[in-house]
């Protein structure tokens, strides 16, 4: 299925293989040119997900990620893209490579956005990509928990993934096309016991009046649901978690 903005995990992926970065640095800068403007009035005139911007704005990888991942700004993934130095075919080349590595076999990206029809996956592929993006990248993990971000020309921002922050919601990610829907990745911490669990859920294909929305409250149903087959196993060193129901809703990770 179209996947929309979930599309901006691996493109969040590989930016951060080619240009690691931690939550407390700011990483390379940019400033804005005028053909990074004339991208960011297309993306306005044709109502794409965007940042404002200004001629002449420095701009850093830490802040970009931010405007990104809280607000799916789509012309600052077009930034990150270009502080790394290759072309966009070149970075989408790399994205489905890396979707190879992580064994999204059913998974093909067509761009850096989502934004295109040739941007798909599965739920159980975007389950994993979050898994592995959020182990792999704490940055990431710090920053999808955040309602809001404050950036230097568009202000404070708020998430459009639905939830943040209520109720043990700590992101991912969520999307709309009107090819796709509304879409979400959601993780949210569940304390068992002295434990706390994360579990990640994803909805694709919310067609309803309130897509995103409506998206966000599939997927925190189903959150909900799999809570209770989780409980505390006793161990010979301790406690650990356990789950007691079906694997058909576990994925396999290359981290997990």
């Known amino acids: 299925m179209a996947i929309a903005s979930l599309t901006k995990l691996m493109t969040t992926w590989v930016i951060l293989h080619r240009l690691p970065l931690a939550y407390s640095q700011r990483g390379p800068c940019l400033t804005v040119s005028v053909n990074d403007v004339a991208a960011y009035r297309y993306d306005v005139a044709t109502d794409q997900s965007n940042a404002a911007i200004a001629l002449g704005e420095r701009l850093c990888e830490g802040q970009l990620l931010r405007g990104l991942l809280v607000h799916s700004a789509g012309d600052y993934a077009a930034l990150l893209v270009e502080m790394t130095g290759l072309s966009t075919a070149t970075f ?18 067509g761009d850096i956005t989502g934004i295109g029809s040739q941007d798909l996956s599965t739920a159980h592929d975007q389950a994993v ?62 304390r068992v016991g ?63």
């Open 129 to 190: 990509m979050a898994v592995d993006l959020m182990a792999a990248e704490p940055i990431v993990r710090q920053i999808v928990a955040l309602p809001r971000v404050a950036l230097p020309v568009a202000g404070v921002l708020w998430s459009y993934t639905p939830f943040v922050g209520q109720g043990g919601v700590v992101g991912v990610k969520s999307g709309f096309t009107g090819l796709a829907g509304g879409c979400d990745v959601m993780a949210i911490n569940f």
């Open 194 to 256: 002295a434990h706390v669990v994360t579990t990640y859920s994803v909805v694709l294909g919310d067609h309803g009046s309130n897509p995103i929305v409506g998206a966000g409250e599939d997927a925190l149903a189903l959150a909900r649901a799999v809570r209770p087959l989780l409980r505390v196993a006793r161990t010979s060193t301790g406690s650990t978690v356990e789950w007691t129901g079906s694997r058909d809703y576990l994925v396999a990770s290359s981290r997990r």
């Open 92 to 109: 989408v080349r790399l994205m489905n490579r890396d979707a190879k590595i992580l064994g999204l076999d059913q998974t093909h990206y």
